[in-house]
C-alpha cells in the first residue's frame, strides 16, 4: 500500500551487487506472502528487470531471482505463465547448468513450480530443455538437490503419458530406482513419486518402470517409520498393478500383496489408502489373482478399515475393494461374506451420514450377486431395503430348492416368516423369487 513495489524496481538495476541481490530478495518474499502481492510485482513489470542480466550474475543472485520465480509461480497458473512470457525458462536453464549446487537447486524449485499447474506450463519446461539437466541433477552428490530434482520430475510426469514419456526418455527412470534404497526419507518420497507420475499413465510406462527392478526393494519402503515414504510407496504399487493382470500377477509374485496387506494393518487414515486401492485392482483383474489376496489374509484388514476409518473416501475404497475380491464366483464370495463384514457394509448403506460415493460402494451387490453362503445373507433379511432384499432374496431362491439343511434353518431362524410379510409387485421378478423359495415348503409351513 505504501508503493514500496516501485520503490524496490530501480534498486533492481544498482551498481552495488548486495544491493540487487537484497532487493529480490525483498521481492521473493512479498510474492510468496499472497497471491495479491505476487500479481503486483509482475503488474510493476519488474520480471524482465530480475533475468535480464541474470547470466553475468553471482550466485547469490541467482539463488535469489530463482526465488522470486517460485514466489511468484507457485499461486496460480495465470503468474506461472507470466513468468514463462518474460523468457524467464531460458534463464532458468543456464542456472540448472551452473556449477554451484545452491543455484541448480533454486532453478529445479522454480521449474517444479511452474510444471505442476498444467500439462501447457509443463511442456514449455520440457521445451526449455530442463528435463536433461533435472536429470544430471539427481545424479548429483547433494541430498536436496536430489530431492528438488525429483519432485520437479514427479511434477513434470504426472500430466500425461507424452510429459512422462519425455522424462523416461531423458533416462530418469534407471537413476530414480538406484535411489530407492537411499536413507534420507525426503529424498525417498520424492523418488517414489516421480516413479508413481510415470507408471500412473499407461502399460508401457508401468512396465519400464517394473523392468528398472524396483521390486523387491521397494518393498522395503511399506515398513519405512516415514508415512509418506508408506504411503508413496503403496501408490507405485498401486499404478503398476492397475493396468493389466500380468503386471498384478508379477507384484503377487514379488510378495508385493502381502507387503500392502502388512502395511494396511500398520498405519492409519490416508497412509492406508493406496494399498487399499492395490488390494481391488489385482483382485478385479482375476479370479486367480483374487484368490491371491484372499489367501494372503487381505479381506481381515479391509474390514477392520470398515469400522476403524472415519473419512468416508477410505471406507468407500475398502468396500470397493471387498466388492472386488467377491465379485468372481460364490467361493470368492463366501470368504467375504463368512469375515461377517456384510452386515457392517449394510450399516454403512443405510446410514443417513454416509456420503453417496460411498453408499454406491457398500451396496453390496457384487458380492450379494454370487454369495449362496446363507448363514452370513440371512441376518441382512430382517434389516435390508428393499434394493437390497432383492438381491438377498434371489440367492436364497437359488440355494434352498438343492438343499434340505438350508430349507430347515431358514425356517427355524425365522426366514421364511420374514418373507411372507415383504410386499412385491405381482408378476416381478421379486415375487417371482418368493414364489420359488415358498414352493420348497409344504403350503401349511408357508401359511
Known sequence: ?????????????????????TTALALGRLADYDVDLAEAVVKAGILPQLICALPEENRYYKKTAAFVLRAIAKHSPQLAQAIVQCGALEMLVICLEDFDPGVKEGASWAFGYIARHNPELSQAVVDAGAVPLLVLCIQEPEIALKRIAA????????????LAQTVVDAGAIAHLAQMIPNPDAKLKRQVLSALSQIAKHSV?????????????????????????????????????????????????????????????????????????????????????????????????PLCVCLIEEHEDHIKAAAAWALGQIGRHTAEHARHVAVANVLPTLLDIYVDTRSSEDLKMKATLKNILQKCTYLPALEPLLHEAPPNIMKHIICQFSKVLPHDSK?????????????????????GSLLQEYINTINNCYPEEIVR
Open 1 to 21: 500500500n505504501s508503493g514500496v513495489v516501485c520503490l524496490l524496481r530501480p534498486l533492481l538495476l544498482d551498481v552495488v551487487p548486495s544491493i540487487r541481490q
Open 406 to 426: 438350508a430349507r430347515r434353518l431358514f425356517v427355524t431362524t425365522g426366514g421364511l416368516k420374514k418373507i411372507q410379510e415383504i410386499k412385491a409387485e405381482p
Open 204 to 300: 508401457d510406462l508401468a512396465e519400464l518402470v517394473v523392468e528398472a527392478e524396483i521390486f523387491p526393494v521397494v518393498l522395503t519402503c511399506l515398513k519405512d517409520s516415514d508415512e509418506y515414504v508408506k504411503k508413496n510407496g503403496a501408490t507405485l504399487i498401486r499404478e503398476i498393478a492397475k493396468h493389466t493382470p500380468e503386471l498384478s500377477q508379477f507384484v503377487v509374485n514379488s510378495g508385493g500383496v502381502a507387503a500392502v496387506i502388512d502395511c494396511i494393518g500398520s498405519c492409519r487414515g490416508a497412509v492406508r489408502l493406496p494399498g487399499i486401492m492395490t488390494l481391488g485392482y489385482v483382485a478385479a483383474h482375476s479370479e486367480n489373482l483374487s484368490m491371491a489376496v484372499i489367501v494372503s489374509k487381505g479381506i481381515p
Open 151 to 162: 519432485s520437479t520430475l514427479s511434477d513434470i510426469s504426472k500430466h500425461s503419458p507424452e
